[in-house]
């Protein structure tokens, strides 16, 4: 099973600065297959990225992902109010499908 | 319009059993493998199982590996899960997950999720 540790747990910050979160990997992911999303309360999550760095539809260039290996980054650059979020990065590489245990963008 | 919607959720004993329905629509249901997924009050998402769109490639997390089946029915464009033997860490929000891309082109991450179905197991 691919174990995946995201970090930081909570991350404070105001609307128009940057995020950066962190997915590591105990083992290599082949193929890069790593996903990000974002849940918000009460809602089902949201596919933001795919194959690493890949926006899915929809999705504003404003969420950037890159990583390749064991190390996987979801960059947001210029907050918005609604993307005050839980985010989780998952890899379908292996089965069991994982995911990371999320961090939460909350506002400062 | 392109859809799941999971229902069958409800309150257990522990020891009880439950199925849950995740019914498709509005895209071609046989080209996509249907995945399992929920998230306990508060917490992650935690992925559960996979079925093929045939049906014969089935994986589960060992969470629930010898408790719960998942199975589908391609005429009525369903994809169901049996749980049995509940236990109180098995209660929370279940959804049904399909990929952006069907299963012939290449491997992506979850695009459409239903709205989830609650299962609360208590006695």
């Known amino acids: 099973e691919i174990v995946l540790t995201q970090s930081p747990g909570t991350l404070s910050l105001s609307p128009g600065e940057s995020a950066t979160l962190s997915c590591r990997a105990r083992?290599?992911?082949?193929?890069?297959?790593v996903a990000w999303y974002q849940q918000k309360p009460g809602q089902a999550p949201r596919l933001l990225i795919s194959?690493?760095?890949s926006r899915a539809p929809g999705v504003p260039d404003r969420f950037s992902g890159s990583g390749s290996g064991t190390d996987f980054t979801l960059t947001i650059s210029r907050l918005e109010p609604e993307d005050f979020a839980v985010y989780y990065c998952?890899?379908?590489?292996?089965?069991?499908?994982?995911f990371g245990q999320g961090t939460k963008v909350e506002i400062k | 319009q392109v859809q799941l919607v999971e229902s069958g959720g409800g309150l257990v004993k522990p020891g009880g059993s439950l199925r849950l329905s995740c019914e498709a629509s509005?895209?071609?249901?046989?080209?996509?493998?249907i995945n399992w997924i929920r998230q306990a009050p508060g917490r992650g998402l935690e992925w559960l199982s996979y079925?093929?769109?045939?049906?014969?490639?089935?994986f589960y997390a060992d969470s629930v590996k010898g408790r719960f089946t998942i199975s589908r029915d391609n005429a009525k464009n369903s994809v169901y899960l049996e749980m049995t033997n509940l236990r109180a860490d098995d209660a929370g929000v279940y959804y049904c997950?399909?990929?952006?891309?069907?299963?012939?082109?290449?491997?992506?991450?979850?695009?459409?999720w239903g709205q989830g179905t609650l299962v609360t197991v208590s006695s």
């Open positions: 997950t399909r990929e952006l891309r069907p299963y012939y082109e290449f491997l992506t991450g979850y695009y459409l």
């Open positions: 509005g895209f071609k249901f046989i080209d996509y493998y």
């Open positions: 079925i093929s769109p045939s049906g014969n490639t089935i």
């Open positions: 083992q290599s992911v082949s193929s890069n297959y």
């Open positions: 194959g690493s760095s």
């Open positions: 998952q890899q379908y590489a292996g089965s069991p499908r994982t």
